[in-house]
């Protein structure tokens, strides 16, 4: 029997699927590029691999004892649910998990053309949820939420032995609700409480712009996620700069969670000539199937690349093909590592469980999980790109001395303000750099940072990152690529 997969490579989980429940698939290629398994029927395969034709009398055993004899009544869907997730448990990877029929089909919107939540993307690292990147624009952006950020309470309730689709199905929700995630951020003593507004997540993912640098036209592309439409409309955007004139490109990746293997296969095969592969997929024998393209011949402009830790998975086959295949630089900060590739298998009733099936590895054979792919031009954001919100229980003002006093310094600094010290102390200057940034707000000026402060300047900086004058990395790659 034969059925289509598109592969998926995300931080967190965007999975398709639909049938019956299948194991023992080998990959091929079909002539449209897409990624295809021969599949087998499970309960034959498990046991051949095993060689136990009696394995599973242990598990049926310990199931009519629980079912038939246990103190209380449990329903016999609670049983194996539990059951599937202990298996998945035993193998300790945060990316091969059980999803029930609801879970599934919210995590399968994730892949159309909008959802609704808070635009972010999480992950399992070391048991922890985390988030891998904020999208471009979303409720998650607007509040303040940065890679790395672990998420320790939904609603005040803590997510502690919650797998990632169980956390991240309370974070989801209708647009306009609202949602308060505890977060501990590194650098921060104190975990932080944001306030996330739910909205409509469009998954316009390509934007273009064309920049003017020593003369040079740059054409800009940044890359906010792979989903079903983003090959087309990276061809669209850059068919546009080309038409422009552009004398050089600029990929940009960061904040990238990843998304569909072919769809940033399909972006590759526009950039990478055919000498070299675009990745390769290892399978669990150790088998190896390299990935090329049909270009006869690169690009007549240079390409560079732009990397964060929130760039992760497909992102980081853009990423590592452009560096080793294509020879282009990679700008900014290591990226996130993720290194394998997620299969949903569907098991009949609407619900799947997502295995892990394989790795991938860069065009030369590297395995980056957990390392990540290190930039050709390491530059590090300034300081004000690395601050954090300001939680305002009571006005801070002079004397004082607590942490969120130092958030406002590191804050006040970035944008200019001189507050003379960042070490959480309410000196002299401090007031007077307040005084000044109330006054050149047209706030009321008091000196004293309340809420209503303590917002505008949260406001100014996400505004101040904004600015492409502000942007460190950014600069340091258009200037690479117009010399």
């Known amino acids: 029997m034969e059925r289509k997969w598109i592969a998926v490579l995300m931080a967190g989980s965007l999975l398709t699927g639909a049938g019956s429940t299948y194991a023992g698939m080998q990959w091929y290629e079909n002539k449209a590029g897409v990624l295809e398994r021969q599949i087998v029927p499970f309960k034959d395969h498990a046991r051949a691999e095993s060689g136990e034709q009696d394995s599973l009398e242990k598990v049926e055993q310990a199931y009519s004892l629980i079912f038939n004899s246990y103190v209380e009544k449990v329903e016999d869907k609670k049983l194996?649910?539990?059951?599937?997730?202990?298996?998945?448990?035993?193998?300790?990877?945060?990316?091969?998990?059980?999803?029930?029929?609801?879970?599934?089909?919210?995590?399968?919107?994730?892949?159309?053309?909008?959802?609704?939540?808070i635009g972010a993307e999480v992950s399992t690292v070391d048991g922890k949820i985390v988030i891998v990147s904020p999208f471009k624009n979303s409720p998650a952006e607007k509040a303040g939420l940065k890679?790395?950020?672990?998420?320790?309470?939904?609603?005040?309730?803590?997510?502690?032995?919650?797998d990632l689709f169980e956390a991240t199905t309370k974070i989801r929700g209708k647009k306009g609700t609202p949602v308060v995630l505890e977060?501990?951020?590194?650098?921060?003593?104190?975990?932080?409480?944001?306030?996330?507004?739910?909205?409509?997540?469009?998954?316009?993912?390509?934007?273009?712009?064309?920049?003017?640098?020593?003369?040079?036209?740059?054409?800009?592309?940044?890359?906010?996620?792979?989903?079903?439409?983003?090959?087309?409309?990276?061809?669209?955007e850059l068919k546009a700069l080309e038409k422009e004139g552009l004398d050089a490109l600029l990929i940009d990746v960061r904040g990238n969670p990843g998304g569909l293997l072919t769809s940033v296969e399909e972006i590759l095969r526009e950039l990478i000539p055919k000498?070299?592969?675009?990745?390769?997929?290892?399978?669990?024998?150790?088998?190896?199937?390299?990935y090329f393209s049909n270009l006869d011949k690169a690009k007549a402009?240079?390409?560079?690349?732009?990397?964060?830790?929130?760039?992760?998975?497909?992102?980081?086959?853009?990423?590592?093909?452009?560096?080793e295949a294509?020879?282009?630089?990679?700008?900014?900060?290591?990226?996130?590592?993720?290194?394998?590739?997620?299969?949903?298998?569907?098991?009949?009733?609407?619900?799947?469980?997502?295995?892990?099936?394989?790795?991938?590895?860069?065009?030369?054979?590297?395995?980056?999980?957990?390392?990540?792919?290190?930039?050709?031009?390491?530059?590090?954001?300034?300081?004000?790109?690395?601050?954090?919100p300001i939680q305002v229980d009571k006005p801070l003002r002079l004397d004082m001395n607590n942490e969120q006093i130092k958030n406002a310094q590191e804050i006040l600094a970035g944008l200019g303000f001189e507050p003379g010290r960042t070490d959480?102390?309410?000196?002299?200057?401090?007031?007077?750099?307040?005084?000044v940034f109330q006054r050149n707000k047209s706030m009321n000026v008091?000196?004293?940072?309340?809420?209503?402060?303590?917002?505008?300047?949260?406001?100014?900086?996400?505004?101040?990152?904004?600015?492409q004058e502000n942007d460190l990395q950014l600069q340091t790659a258009l200037r690479l690529l117009a010399r």
Not at 147 to 162: A, C, F, R, T, W
Not at 301 to 323: C, F, H, Q, R
Not at 424 to 435: C, D, H, K, L, P
């Open 80 to 117: 194996v649910e539990g059951a599937i997730k202990g298996m998945l448990s035993t193998l300790e990877d945060p990316y091969s998990v059980y999803m029930d029929k609801e879970t599934a089909r919210e995590f399968n919107q994730t892949l159309e053309s909008s959802f609704e939540g």
């Open 147 to 162: 890679p790395n950020d672990q998420i320790l309470k939904v609603d005040g309730e803590s997510i502690e032995g919650l």
């Open 183 to 236: 977060i501990g951020r590194k650098g921060l003593k104190d975990p932080l409480q944001v306030k996330v507004i739910r909205d409509e997540i469009p998954q316009i993912t390509v934007y273009r712009d064309m920049k003017k640098v020593n003369g040079e036209n740059v054409g800009y592309l940044e890359i906010t996620s792979f989903s079903e439409d983003t090959s087309k409309e990276f061809k669209k």
């Open 275 to 290: 000498d070299k592969p675009l990745y390769q997929i290892e399978e669990r024998s150790g088998d190896k199937t390299r």
């Open 301 to 323: 402009y240079p390409i560079g690349v732009l990397t964060n830790d929130g760039s992760a998975s497909a992102a980081e086959i853009l990423a590592g093909a452009l560096k």
């Open 326 to 388: 294509g020879g282009y630089p990679v700008i900014g900060e290591k990226s996130f590592g993720k290194g394998t590739v997620q299969q949903a298998v569907p098991m009949g009733d609407g619900s799947n469980i997502k295995l892990t099936l394989f790795k991938w590895l860069t065009p030369d054979g590297n395995w980056i999980h957990k390392k990540g792919i290190e930039p050709t031009v390491e530059v590090n954001q300034p300081a004000l790109y690395h601050t954090h």
């Open 424 to 435: 959480g102390y309410f000196s002299n200057q401090t007031e007077i750099a307040v005084r």
């Open 446 to 467: 008091t000196g004293v940072i309340d809420a209503k402060t303590a917002t505008a300047l949260e406001e100014a900086a996400r505004e101040a990152m904004k600015q």
